[in-house]
């Protein structure tokens, strides 16, 4: 909480392992990383709780992304892309969203932990029985307020969400040996896996990342 010379560091010593890493693929591919790296975290926030009488509960950890250059969601599930669109059918041109896939290997690569606590935002707040559909959900709201989609009403992509949450589940287990999260919320990862089991073979009325165009 109170440690900015060492997160100073910490944060120096990172950003010369990033680059290190990434100069052994050429120098351009460095130059991205570098900067995507910058925007991934640019768009995160660890969360800690409080206890009733006010303390810190430092086992009550999260961790929120905004999604960019869209609907500012928090915590959104799906691939996240690159999409043209003209200004006057979409209002921004070149849009680029940041969401959970895509930025989970830049987690596994630097902490897997981090990965784990932001999982647990989408298993506890579904665990709770409020979500009401057998699929994951698309974002837990609109930044700053992760208070979920307790009507159902939301940007639904019921093959995609479920299936990357069940990937990035498993990506976590074995980067960490740890099944600690998966076996607490086993329910879940079943209850999407036989939806997917259902669906996924003939898919309708399914959207996807580039959801602007519609169902298929």
């Not at 992304?65 to 599930?77: D, I």
Request: charged share 20%; proline share 4%.
């Amino acid at each position: 909480m109170n440690d900015f010379s060492k997160a100073t560091e910490l944060a120096a010593a990172f950003d010369a392992k990033v680059k290190t890493d990434a100069l052994k693929h050429g120098e351009n591919y460095a130059y991205i990383v570098e900067r995507s790296m910058r925007q991934t975290f640019g768009a995160c926030e660890l969360t800690v709780g409080k206890k009733a009488d006010g303390s810190y509960d430092k086992t009550d950890v999260m961790y929120f992304q905004k999604e960019l250059s869209s609907g500012g969601f928090v915590n959104t599930v799906d691939v996240g892309v690159y999409c043209f669109y003209s200004a006057s059918n979409y209002g921004n041109a070149n849009t680029f969203r940041l969401t959970v896939f895509p930025a989970w290997p830049a987690l596994i690569y630097t902490n897997p932990e981090l990965g784990k606590f932001m999982l647990e935002t989408f298993f506890a707040y579904q665990a709770t029985g409020q979500w009401p559909h057998p699929w994951s959900l698309h974002d837990l709201g609109g930044y700053p307020k992760a208070h979920g989609h307790n009507d159902g009403n939301e940007w639904s992509m019921p093959l995609e969400e479920s299936g990357n949450m069940l990937i990035m589940a498993l990506s976590y287990i074995r980067a960490t040996g740890d099944k600690s999260q998966s076996e607490k919320y086993y329910g879940l990862l079943d209850q999407w896996s036989q939806y997917l089991i259902g669906e996924a073979l003939i898919p309708s009325e399914q959207r996807s990342t580039d959801g602007e165009f519609g169902p298929s």
